[in-house]
């Protein structure tokens, strides 16, 4: 009788995983397929057609200089925010998980309150201190920069520092007692245990940047500064054609395609390293960073 228990319960479980990946996805695959409608609808199924994404000179994606311009920007601000953000984010970390005492969890808690702290309120904040306090730093990319990298650190910080606490200290300690410097152990021994971590990082960092909306239309300076979001935002409101679910779908590839370069990376780094697995042990190292 309890194994019939256990066995119900094991496929209710079962259908509200499936149920959960089924309600998340098939919103995202109606959009992607409605970019390729030769009409102008996004609800009603006009034919297959490429039309808003190369072959309309004037309203698709590749032909709007508008849209154009906010791909760019987009891209520009997620890879340079990643550049930043990644080694910032692992030193906080290192740094914050070795700090002793009294005030070690204060220290914790601080570098990961970006995560639980309104996005509207950080942009707001911002907004404030970039137009009242520090006028020196122009509306437009240079704000919306530091925006993404003061909301995104703690994204860093709290991965990596996770990794530190199953890690533990006991590999640095056995390194230092072999002879290494303090340097050495964190370099040869430390880092390429976080490797996982950092490439798990890399794909959250980049996917929250690229789909950021709030920040970077608080710290906007105008079309010039207009990325994916905000274009989409303002194509909403103007009357949306399925150009919109095209450029929806770019984030989509955009943020898939990072995820598979740094599995790529990963697994190249697990074979010159002598481990075995492949993808499939890349993609288990960036999901379970915590084993």
Known sequence: ???????????????????????????VIIAVIYSF??????????????????????????????TRNAIINSLILAFITLLVVTPLGITLAIGSQRIRGRGSHIVQGLTSAPLITPE?????????????????????????????VTFSLASVVVIVRARLVSIGPSFEEAARDLGATRWQALRHVLLPMLW??????????????????????????????????LRIYSSVKGGA?????????????????????????????????????????ALADVTQIEN
């Open 37 to 66: 409608n030769d009409g102008r609808s996004r609800t009603v199924w006009q034919g297959f057609s490429l039309r808003w994404w190369f072959t309309d000179p004037y309203a698709s994606v590749f032909h709007n200089p508008e």
């Open 120 to 148: 509207i309120v950080v942009g707001a904040a911002l907004l404030i201190t970039f137009t009242r306090l520090f006028t020196a730093v122009p509306l437009g990319f240079v704000a919306q920069l530091l925006g993404n």
């Open 241 to 281: 054609t399925p150009a919109l679910n095209a450029l929806a779908t770019l984030l989509v590839l955009a943020s898939f395609t990072v995820l598979i370069i740094g599995l790529f990376g990963l697994s190249t780094w697990r074979k010159r390293h002598g481990e075995h697995g492949g993808l499939r042990a």
């Open 196 to 229: 996982p971590s950092v490439m798990a990082s890399l794909v959250v960092v980049f996917a929250t940047v690229i789909d950021d909306f709030v920040i970077t239309s608080f710290l906007s300076s105008g079309i010039n500064s207009e990325t994916v979001p």
């Open 1 to 27: 009788m309890d194994i019939i228990v256990k066995r119900n319960k094991g496929s209710a479980l079962v259908y509200i995983v499936w149920g959960y990946i089924i309600w998340s996805l098939v919103p």
